[in-house]
Structure formats: C-alpha cells, structure tokens
C-alpha cells in the first residue's frame, strides 16, 4: 500500500468505522445530493459550466467520476453505515437553510466550521488553493489547445 502512495495510520477497528463514515459515507451522499440538487433546478451540466465557481466545478468533477463508478460499490459503502450519518447531513443541511432567514446565523455556522478544523484549517486552505490553481493551469492549457486546433482547422493543416 505504501508503494501507491497510502499513508497507513494504526487505529482501532471502531476508529477505522467512524472515520469512514466521514470520509466515505458522508462525502459520496454530499456529493450525490449536490448532483441531484442541481439537476433538481432544471440546470445543465452545459448551463452550469457558464456560470460555475471554482468550487462549484470541483464538486461537478467529483460528482461525474463518482457517477462512472459501480453504483453497487457506492451502496454498500451506504449500506455499511446506518442512517445516523445521513440524518446529520439532513440536519446540516437544514441548519444551513434556517441560518438564511436569522441575523447571524449563517455567520456562526463558518464560526462552527472554523473551529471544527482548528489547527487543521491553514492545510486545508493550502490544498484548496492548490486545487484552484491546478483548474486554472488546467484551464490555460485546454485553451492554448482549443486555440491551437482552430487555426488548424481554419488553415486546412493537419
């Protein structure tokens, strides 16, 4: 495993459960449940793309390999878990839709989020601008491509 890259971590087999169920269970249901949300409101993946953030394109590329994947395999990684995890999810989201309509709220939700990372934060902030940055370069090269394949069909060189 460490030849491919894994950082292997010792942990007791309950540990082990409760962190799939973050890293697991809870990101392929967000992630199913932003998909199904934005279909929900009549969007295109092409209508989409026009407007899209950064983070609003992570979530779509994520959600487009995990929808190339065996639903099977995605099921029983729901399945392991009980529906406590996506009752959370349920209660978030519903958390983050109150907080809309209360003065403050919506501010003490981030507050709730910044202290959930705490130390971890500053990591996780550089990884998502690394992230950003990669789309970008990502971006400027598919371009530099498009760019270069139109003035090759528009001069008749191959």
Known sequence: LRSW????????????????????????????????????????????????????????????????????????????????????????ASQVSNSVEHDGAFAALVQDIVEWLGDDAEAYRSLAQGLMARLQEIDRTADTTRASQDKQLSSGTD
């Open 5 to 92: 890259g894994a950082v292997l971590h010792t942990m007791t087999a309950d540990g082990h459960d409760r962190a799939v169920v973050g890293t697991q269970v809870l990101c392929h249901a967000a992630l199913m449940s932003y998909a199904l949300s934005v279909r929900s409101l009549g969007l295109s993946p092409k209508e989409l793309r026009a407007v899209e953030t950064p983070n609003s394109r992570i979530l779509t590329a994520l959600a487009a390999r995990l929808s190339q994947s065996d639903p099977e395999l995605y099921l029983s990684i729901q399945q392991s878990a009980d529906q406590h995890p996506r009752a959370a999810m349920v209660r978030a």
